[in-house]
């Protein structure tokens, strides 16, 4: 299988079930949104302690993401089909929300907002956060225009304050202080 289509070459991407739109296409930029997510969850791999987010955790949510972005790739019109090819996320919400308390229960109380950095595994948890959230506004203005699954949504809400989650946990596992931002200089 060749990895170049040249379908694409004017400008338009395949969707799931055949139908093809810009490559501008709302829909798009939400599920390429996805792909960017998970592709610096990759790098987050290399950087995640262990006693913050396994390899199995880190890489569950990465097959999630894919189930999101098919989920985004298909129009209304066809997702009956993709049901019969795709599983549900595996990680549900109820689930991630006793792993945020369990991150937030490794980390110092918040006094104040935190500004991204410290340790390599806190700093790409940041970088996961703010991708993350892209990708939900994109997912929300994809919703506005057309239905969507609202679990989509709802997961990388809750995966983006994970993230945050994690990123505070990295610093305090290692003995580092979250840099806080100070209103006033």
Known sequence: MKLYTRTGDDGSSGLFGGDRVSK???RLAAYGTLDELNSV????????TP???DEACLQRIQHDLFVL???LATPPAKQALLG?????P??????????????????PPMTAFVLPGGTPGSAHAHLART???????????????????PAVVAYLNRLSDWCFALARAENAVAGVADT????KG
């Open 180 to 183: 806080l931002w100070l209103a």
């Open 51 to 53: 006693a913050c987010a």
């Open 24 to 26: 501008s296409h709302l």
């Open 84 to 88: 019969a090819h795709m599983s549900r």
């Open 131 to 149: 991708v993350c959230r892209r990708a939900e506004r994109e997912a929300v203005a994809l919703a506005e225009a057309e239905a969507i699954d």
């Open 69 to 71: 972005g098919a989920i």
């Open 90 to 107: 595996t990680w549900d919400l109820t689930a991630m929300e006793a792993d945020i308390d369990r991150l937030t229960n490794l980390a």
């Open 41 to 48: 969850l990759g790098v987050l791999r290399l950087h995640a």
